[in-house]
């Protein structure tokens, strides 16, 4: 009995020892029993159609502030109301599904240049340049025809937004106090400036910012020339008409300016040398009397005594008071010489 314990404790103990290492252990995985798959999330419902048809554009604005400012301000034609572009929340229109490729088909990328609630405030930037010339080819031509100065600078240099128009006084010390921008352009188109050109209707006053002298000349002188505007003369700048273009000639071989200044024609300067021939084309009758008087006078050229047109010397500057008796009664030289170009022909006033 005692043999039949030992023997059974000993088969108990090495059970044990079998179990405890694994020995009898599976390499299948169990098997597991299906659970039913737990959501995650809880899924949102499908937001509602709103109807936009009656909401304004200040109820927009609440939201989106930055958008509603800027179609306020610079919307041009896009201020239509925002339920027009967007009826329907979160609705972003093409630009095409109104406009067509304004610009060509080489840029159709309108966000490139427009934003869309402020379509007109477009900002350059140097990636742009190249595309300044597809919309305005004549001030890119203008450019390319006339090298200078402006020529050589970026559009963006002069035009940091579109449609924005520098002010020449910016760069360019005016030319007078009161001169303005639209002024500066009545004379220099913008994109060639050194090509100075004007409409006829340009007033006088702009002319006279750069011609001071010319312009002070015309407003003193008493000829027909000082109420003309410049331009009736000067229809193209640093252009000189021909006198007979508006005056019929009175001498053989003409040179007007040898006797009329251009600004001021009737206050005549004569310089020395100036040929009696000269005067004798409107002072014919006189010649023939000078001529024909057999004196001095008849010696002497016209400038002698008239050194400047319409001067008249007085008789005693060249002969004093040669008859000192008889001026007593006859005071005045012109009261015996009545004739100041035919001294000899004498007749006694009294």
């Known amino acids: 009995m005692i043999m039949m314990k030992k023997a059974l404790f000993g088969v108990i103990i090495v059970l044990f020892i079998i179990i405890g290492s694994g020995c009898l252990s599976t390499s299948q995985e169990p098997e597991l029993m299906p659970i039913e798959a737990t959501p995650t999330s809880t899924p949102v419902a499908a937001a509602p159609i709103i109807d936009y048809s009656n909401v304004s554009d200040e109820t927009c604005g609440k939201c989106h502030t930055t958008a509603f400012t800027s179609i306020s301000q610079e919307g041009g034609g896009h201020d239509k109301g925002c339920t027009y572009?967007?009826?329907?929340?979160?609705?972003?229109?093409?630009?095409?599904?109104?406009?067509?490729?304004?610009?060509?088909?080489?840029?159709?990328?309108?966000?490139?240049?427009?934003?869309?609630?402020?379509?007109?405030?477009?900002?350059?930037?140097?990636?742009?340049?190249?595309?300044?010339?597809?919309?305005?080819?004549?001030?890119?031509?203008?450019?390319?025809?006339?090298p200078g100065r402006h020529a050589d600078l970026k559009c963006s240099y002069c035009h940091q937004t579109h449609r924005q128009i520098e002010a020449c006084t910016n760069c360019h010390a005016p030319h007078g106090q009161a001169l303005t921008y639209t002024e500066c352009?009545?004379?220099?188109?913008?994109?060639?400036?050194?090509?100075?050109?004007?409409?006829?209707?340009?007033?006088?006053?702009?002319?006279?910012?750069?011609?001071?002298?010319?312009?002070?000349?015309?407003?003193?002188?008493?000829?027909?020339?000082?109420?003309?505007?410049?331009?009736?003369?000067?229809?193209?700048?640093?252009?000189?008409?021909?006198?007979?273009?508006?005056?019929?000639?009175?001498?053989?071989?003409?040179?007007?300016?040898?006797?009329?200044?251009?600004h001021d024609p009737l206050t005549m300067e004569f310089p020395e040398g100036t040929l009696r021939d000269n005067c004798t084309d409107c002072h014919k009758q006189v010649d023939d009397i000078l001529s024909g008087?057999?004196?001095?006078?008849?010696?002497?050229?016209?400038?002698?005594?008239?050194?400047?047109?319409?001067?008249?010397?007085?008789?005693?500057?060249?002969?004093?008071?040669?008859?000192?008796?008889i001026h007593e009664d006859y005071p005045e030289c012109a009261q015996c010489h009545i004739v100041s170009h035919d001294v000899k022909e004498i007749v006694f006033t009294k």
Request: proline share 6%; hydrophobic share 25%; glycine share 4%.
């Open 85 to 146: 572009c967007h009826f329907q929340h979160g609705v972003k229109p093409k630009c095409t599904d109104c406009h067509e490729l304004v610009h060509g088909t080489q840029l159709r990328d309108c966000k490139e240049c427009h934003d869309e609630h402020a379509p007109m405030g477009i900002t350059f930037s140097l990636d742009l340049e190249s595309s300044c010339s597809l919309c305005h080819p004549l001030q890119i031509e203008e450019f390319s025809d006339h």
């Open 185 to 262: 352009l009545n004379c220099h188109p913008a994109h060639f400036p050194q090509e100075i050109d004007y409409l006829d209707s340009v007033d006088t006053g702009n002319c006279a910012f750069c011609h001071e002298e010319v312009s002070t000349t015309l407003e003193q002188s008493r000829s027909i020339h000082s109420i003309l505007e410049c331009a009736y003369c000067h229809p193209v700048h640093a252009q000189i008409p021909d006198c007979m273009d508006c005056h019929t000639k009175h001498m053989a071989n003409i040179d007007c300016l040898a006797c009329h200044p251009a």
């Open 293 to 325: 008087s057999n004196t001095i006078h008849n010696d002497l050229g016209c400038i002698y005594c008239h050194p400047e047109h319409r001067y008249l010397p007085t008789c005693e500057s060249c002969h004093g008071l040669p008859h000192k008796k």
